[in-house]
């Protein structure tokens, strides 16, 4: 079935660093894959998106690519803030599968100033 | 636009009773809401799968006695966890898809239960 991997967290970073978040994923067919993020006390929401192979996701300085060939979705910003600590879902959808989402376990991440 | 809100957002119930969750589309109609449970530093697993005016699918392994839904309406739907049992404890999720073929899902806030 399909399944999503992330890295294990928390991560913890200083303001103004560079972050990756490692996402790789098995999927039968050919997934849209995304990333959810959830701030403390919220519930998630879609952070950016990526439908077919070497579409690049992007929102909010974030930004992710889908790459076929290594079936990942590493997410990637140049420099975090103190309010991009959250937690983020990596996640897949199948397209045979009425929609349903497929997640990853989640990271946190937390980002000092 | 597209708000998901969850009532209530924590309850807390004693083991043996039943308890129930609300999940609307408050500015959009949803014909399909999604219902999840996440434990503590875990991903969301996906409960089940809830059509206004029909049967809820569930998936493998989720009691469909144990956790009833309803989605009576294009904007409601209901989750019941009934003779909960402390091991029900957990955070429960809503989401929502603004309509057929559509796969972007909005999600409620989220529910904390709590059977002691």
């Known amino acids: 079935g399909d399944s999503v991997t992330q890295m294990e967290g928390p991560v913890t970073l200083s303001e103004e660093a560079f972050l990756t978040i490692n996402c790789t994923y098995t999927?039968?067919?050919?997934?849209?894959l995304f990333w959810y993020v959830q701030y403390p006390g919220e519930g998630l929401q879609l952070l950016l998106k990526?439908?077919?192979?070497?579409d690049k996701g992007s929102n909010k300085g974030f930004e992710a690519t889908y790459r076929k060939e290594t079936t990942s979705f590493h997410l990637e910003k140049g420099s975090v803030q103190v309010s991009d600590s959250a937690v983020y879902f990596c996640?897949?959808?199948?397209?045979?599968?009425?929609?349903?989402?497929?997640f990853g376990k989640g990271i946190t991440l937390s980002v000092r100033p | 636009g597209a708000v998901v809100s969850q009532h209530p957002s924590w309850v807390i119930c004693k083991s043996g009773t039943s308890v129930k969750i609300e999940c609307r589309s408050l500015?959009?109609?949803?014909?399909?809401m999604f219902w999840y449970r996440q434990f503590p530093k875990q991903s969301l697993m996906l409960m089940a799968t809830?059509?206004?005016?029909?049967?809820?699918?569930?998936e493998q392994g989720v009691e469909k006695d144990k956790f009833l839904i309803n989605h009576a309406s294009l904007t409601l739907s209901t989750l019941t966890v009934t003779s909960a049992h402390p091991e029900d404890s957990s955070f429960y999720i809503c989401?929502?898809?603004?309509?057929?073929?559509?796969?972007?899902?909005?999600f409620g806030p989220g529910t904390r239960l709590t059977v002691t």
């Open positions: 989401s929502a898809i603004l309509g057929q073929g559509k796969y972007e899902q909005y």
């Open positions: 999927a039968t067919g050919y997934p849209s």
């Open positions: 990526a439908t077919k192979a070497d």
């Open positions: 996640a897949l959808s199948d397209p045979g599968a009425n929609s349903k989402l497929t």
């Open positions: 500015d959009f109609q949803a014909t399909t």
């Open positions: 809830s059509n206004e005016g029909s049967k809820a699918t569930y």
